[in-house]
C-alpha cells in the first residue's frame, strides 16, 4: 500500500508544482502591497487552475499525512 501512496504524492507533487506555476504572477500578497488595483474576481480559466490548485493541496497534504501513518 506505501508504494501506491509514493507514486500518487509523487504525481500530485509534479501537478501541484505546474499548477503554481501557471497562476497570475500578479495576485498574492506581492501584489496587493505595491500596486493601486482594486480586488478582482477570478474567472475562467484563472479560476479553474485556483481551485486545482487548491484541491492538489489538500491532496498532497492527506497524501503526506498517509505516507508517515503507513509503516
Known amino acids: 500500500m506505501k508504494p501506491f501512496f509514493l ?3 509523487l504525481i500530485v507533487a509534479l501537478m501541484l508544482t505546474g499548477l503554481i506555476l501557471l497562476q497570475n ?5 506581492a501584489g496587493s502591497l505595491g500596486s493601486g488595483e482594486f480586488y ?3 474567472r475562467g480559466a484563472e479560476r479553474i487552475v485556483f481551485t486545482a490548485t487548491f484541491v492538489a493541496a489538500t491532496v ?3 497524501t503526506s499525512i498517509a505516507n508517515i501513518l503507513i509503516h
Request: glycine content about 14%; proline content about 0%.
Open 25 to 29: 504572477s500578479k495576485g498574492g500578497l
Open 60 to 62: 498532497f497534504l492527506l
Open 40 to 42: 478582482r474576481t477570478k
Open 7 to 9: 507514486i500518487v504524492h
